[in-house]
């Protein structure tokens, strides 16, 4: 199975404590926060990454290289300028051989167990998969909703301090749809997802509440490093 790592952004929010490399390379312990993406991946029984990548992408080939140390067969697709999250996936989509695929962002760290989302997909016949995840205030997100499985809210904004589920930021989804993102610029969740559902397209997935971390800013980074000491993300 073959899953597309979206890398290239700059992290600029990061900046300030990461300077010297792309965000999901920023080191945890000596290694790159996209190390144990990688290694989480792979015990998920993902054979092949497609490393989406930009700012300084030369890095993540120059420490990963072809993948055999890691354990998986890794590629990669660079973007001459920022592409946006849709268009990264259609950039690395000429890579994709596989009729499906996931797609996640390399600056998270989400521990779900990627077999359900499959099984999701073969039950409610989806077009395109997703997973959610509980938070305590939703007005600092865009809410997702799902009923009986199925997509029926998304990037819904909200000033209300409620707590409710948003999107986790993984996906599964098909070549047939990778077809349809137009070339340069696109947002999957600001113009794609709302595009697919406003055309009747079977998009579902499922809450979950494995531990869940975005280092895009350094109160994350740094409590992303005091988890790993302590144990709580199992290398």
């Known amino acids: 199975m073959q899953a597309i790592l979206l890398a290239g952004g700059l992290g600029t929010r990061l900046r300030s404590v990461v300077s010297d490399r792309p965000k999901p390379m920023a080191l945890i312990e000596g290694k790159p926060f996209m190390e144990y993406v990688v290694h989480e991946l792979s015990k998920q029984g993902i054979t092949e ?3 989406a990548v930009g700012y300084k992408g030369s890095m993540v080939e120059a420490y990963f290289g072809d993948g055999s140390g890691f354990g998986v067969k890794v590629s990669y697709a660079y973007e001459e300028e920022l592409l946006g ?23 998270t760290f989400y521990q779900i167990d990627y077999s359900r989302l499959s099984k999701l997909k073969t039950e409610k016949d989806l077009d395109f998969g997703l997973v959610l995840r509980e938070v305590p205030d939703v007005s600092r997100y865009g809410k997702a909703q799902l009923q009986d499985g199925m997509l029926v809210g998304f990037n819904e904004k909200t000033s209300d301090p409620v707590p409710g589920t948003i999107n986790g930021g ?22 794609m ?43």
Do not use: H
Request: aromatic share 14%; net charge negative; charged share 25%.
């Open 49 to 51: 990454i497609i490393f």
């Open 85 to 107: 999250t849709a268009g990264a996936i259609k950039n690395a989509g000429k890579l994709v051989t596989d009729e499906w695929f996931y797609v996640l962002n390399a600056d």
């Open 170 to 191: 993984i996906y599964l989804m098909s070549r047939e749809l990778l077809c349809e993102i137009p070339d340069g610029k696109v947002s999957l969740e600001n113009e």
């Open 193 to 235: 997802i709302p595009k697919w559902m406003a055309e009747g397209r079977r998009l579902g997935g499922f809450v979950n509440d494995g531990y869940f971390i975005d280092i895009g800013i350094p109160e994350d980074y740094f409590r992303f490093q005091e988890d790993v000491k302590k144990g709580v993300v199992v290398w």
